[in-house]
């Protein structure tokens, strides 16, 4: 009987090898991440698709059993993050709150806002309340994770108490940490959107494609996260899957732009796709300004009236939103105008493209008049990075 009791401390009921519970753990994980990026994310929090009840409970279930997190809770402080972002109301801002407490103290900064009841009656509203909702899943939140515990050991025995500490480390350290943290840190970013956000990887297998997550900040309610050509994101394929099998119905995806190289005049056709994807043309912009700087340096460098310093860190900051320059990087860059008229003309063109999509008050008509002028000035600038950008511009469909 001893030997029997200490067999089953040692392997549990499956007798299972290292790699086998090692097998068990990713796969289990990683259920788990798609559970949050699907059913949390996109399904509850931003409603960019619809799932069928089969897949809406496994997910519940399986969160409960992992996470403990309540689906109003969490849905709420996301929409909050996205109505705040970036300052001091926003929950998890590393632009505010600091890299460090981000990173390392996601998952409490989750727990404080869980329990701020203004936060979770405003922004969660439209989440599960069925009975099972409020009588298992949210009043008995944390007996899920404790009969987590318990499969475990009866699974894998003494080790099972290892895959659980994974299993409940991996949101805080994945979601709360890396994703909140250096997803507005660190990275690349296809789009200027608003915020700090960044895309941490082209690549989103391991967090469920929510690595990309400057796309998802620029396209919030867009239920696949990737964009160009050589991101993937795996939650996105996922979704595919059960839209295959009748099991998911997609709502909304960021728009793709669409072309007519036979266009010689923008009309009303292109206005309204211009303003549909303004952060694809203004991140195709902000290329043309990569060409017209690289037209410059060597004459710039040539004239040896400014640094080499100097006129790197100047390329950085024509990159960026000119909203957003701090009053030092703005008489940097007209220091840099006062030996460029091309890259001010850039620069100031830039400022005027964007203005038309936020001219709220004006018509349709003149919209359309002021992006006519735009593409005319342009196109007699004498710059070829801004002429051929102009004629792309005009063939917006």
Request: charged letters at 25%.
């Amino acid at each position: 009987m001893l030997d029997v009791a200490l067999n089953f401390l040692s392997n549990g009921l499956t007798g299972a090898s290292g790699w086998e519970i090692v097998a068990f753990t990713l796969i289990a994980t990683h259920i788990t991440i798609a559970a949050v990026t699907i059913y949390l994310h996109r399904c509850q929090a931003h409603r960019a698709l619809d799932l069928h009840a089969i897949p809406s409970h496994f997910f519940r279930f399986w969160l409960w059993l992992t996470t403990g997190m309540v689906t109003k809770e969490w849905a709420a402080i996301h929409r909050k993050h996205h109505a705040k972002c970036e300052t001091e109301d926003d929950p998890h801002s590393p632009v505010t709150r600091g890299i460090k407490k981000v990173l390392f103290e996601g998952a409490e900064l989750y727990r404080a806002e869980s329990k701020n009841k203004e936060t979770v009656e405003k922004y969660g509203h439209g989440t599960p309340d069925d009975w099972v909702e409020r009588n298992l899943y949210s009043k008995y939140s944390w007996q899920g994770v404790g009969l987590m515990l318990i499969i475990d050991l009866m699974l894998f025995g003494v080790v099972g108490l290892s895959v659980w500490a994974v299993q409940m480390l991996w949101i805080p350290v994945t979601a709360a940490g890396i994703i909140n943290g250096i997803g507005h840190y660190w990275g690349y970013r296809n789009y200027d959107c608003t915020d700090a956000a960044t895309n941490i990887f082209p690549i989103g297998i391991i967090i469920g494609g929510e690595e990309l997550h400057n796309n998802h900040h620029t396209f919030g309610t867009s239920a696949k996260l990737s964009s160009k050509w050589y991101e993937f994101d795996i939650g996105w394929m996922y979704i595919r899957i059960l839209e295959t099998l009748g099991l998911a119905k997609v709502k909304k995806v960021a728009p793709e732009p669409k072309f007519n190289r036979e266009k010689r005049v923008a009309d009303l056709d292109t206005l309204q796709s211009v303003i549909a994807n303004r952060y694809d043309v203004m991140a195709k912009y902000a290329k043309s300004i990569k060409r017209a700087w690289r037209d410059e340096m060597e004459h710039l460098a040539g004239k040896g009236k400014l640094e080499h310093k100097f006129l790197k860190s100047s390329g950085k900051l024509l990159q960026r939103e000119p909203g957003k320059l701090a009053a030092p990087q703005q008489q940097q860059l007209t220091e840099l105008f006062a030996h460029s008229k091309a890259l001010q003309t850039m620069h100031e063109m830039r400022v005027e493209l964007g203005a038309i999509w936020e001219r709220s008050n004006s018509s349709r008509e003149q919209l359309l008049q002021q992006l006519q002028d735009w593409c005319a000035r342009a196109e007699a600038s004498g710059i070829r990075a801004l002429q051929e950008f102009s004629l792309r511009l005009r063939s917006y469909a």
